[in-house]
């Protein structure tokens, strides 16, 4: 069974630090885009950052660029999100998603291109 669980969310005051990580099981995701994704209650899900499975390639919201640095470590199965400089607007639920139709050409940048899906791990930044 195909499994992704995010972990490392909290609550950070405004300008700190998190690292987010999400540990995949169930199969090897060393040919898988991964990306992160967030989202807030009653709106939609808001692409963050996407890798691709060679981590050659990775791509990043705007408003996220030059803050977050996302990773992936094949061996462990794990993909990781380095969250800096966090802003209040950065407060969500953030989800970790992991797919296999799209592995040619950029990563993806939308949630109907990813197949699985984490069960999200909050952020909360306080000013």
């Known amino acids: 069974q195909v499994q992704l669980v995010e972990s490392g969310g909290g609550l950070v005051q405004a300008g700190g630090s998190l690292r987010l990580s999400c540990a995949a099981s169930?199969?090897?995701?060393?040919?898988?885009?991964m990306g992160w994704f967030r989202q807030a209650p009653g709106k939609e899900r808001e692409f963050v950052a996407t890798i691709s499975s060679s981590s050659s390639t990775t791509s990043y919201a705007d408003s996220m660029k030059g803050r977050f640095t996302i990773s992936k470590d094949n061996a462990k199965n794990t993909l990781y999100l380095q969250m800096n400089g966090l802003k209040p607007e950065d407060t969500d639920e953030y989800y970790c998603?992991?797919?296999?139709?799209?592995?040619?050409?950029?990563?993806?940048?939308?949630?109907?291109?990813?197949?699985?899906w984490g069960q999200g791990t909050q952020v909360t930044v306080v000013s």
């Open positions: 169930g199969r090897s995701f060393s040919n898988a885009v």
């Open positions: 998603a992991a797919g296999f139709r799209n592995t040619l050409g950029p990563p993806p940048k939308v949630a109907g291109a990813f197949d699985y």
